[in-house]
């Protein structure tokens, strides 16, 4: 594709695609997010304060971070530190993402697509099939962060008047998308098919082993995705003409 095709009127069809595909994610988001703005109203941010936050901000597990250390009354440095560690993560999507990108694909659509990249859009979008069309993340993305947004300014709204109990169901539906998005894939790979309970069980065991369980989620994570995204690549590399297809 060449530079001047990346525009919005030769890529209509995958920015609707996109769209179509982000609303489960959307709706998961928007779920979770309320209970994150519960989070927000405790340490004392207004709604208009929280809906910036998650429109800047889209990690749910940051964004904690971020309010808990707020509320606990922390610095900037000790708070940008610890949003940084537990959104580190981000920086191996992106990576990740990077090499399902044409060549000459322009350097403004890289940032864009770094900057919405969460582990939902990561997970749609690298799914794909060949070269990723940025358009189609677009799509995706603005359907699924301002409903991460929204979520967060009205949970702040709503405070504590919601049962603990129904604000912790509102979460399961993002659950129920990750299935949807690893189960497909799963069973047309068999490697996938087989590292999804590995990835289980050394996740487990990295929460209870000496040590690596002192360590933040956000830390284990890079580490596992490091360690199993290494070994798979070793052990089952992708042949160039795979992705060229």
Known sequence: ?????????????????????????????????????????????????????????????????????????AGYFETALAIFVANARYLLMSTAMSQRLASNLPFAHRILLGFGITDELFAVSVMRQGYLNPYYTYGATVVALPSWALGTMLGILAGNLMPAFLVSAFGVALYGMFLAVIVPPARQNKVILALIPICFALSFAAGVLPFVKELSAGTRTILLTVVIASGAALLFPVKEEQNEE
């Open 1 to 73: 594709m060449s530079t001047k095709a990346y525009t919005f009127k030769e890529n209509r069809p995958a920015f609707l695609l996109g769209m179509r595909h982000g609303v489960p994610i959307g709706l998961g988001y928007f779920a979770v997010a309320f209970s994150l703005g519960i989070a927000a109203k405790k340490a004392g941010l207004i709604p208009i304060q929280g809906f910036l936050t998650s429109i800047l901000c889209h990690a749910s597990a940051g964004e904690y971070m971020g309010f808990t250390m707020i509320a606990a009354g």
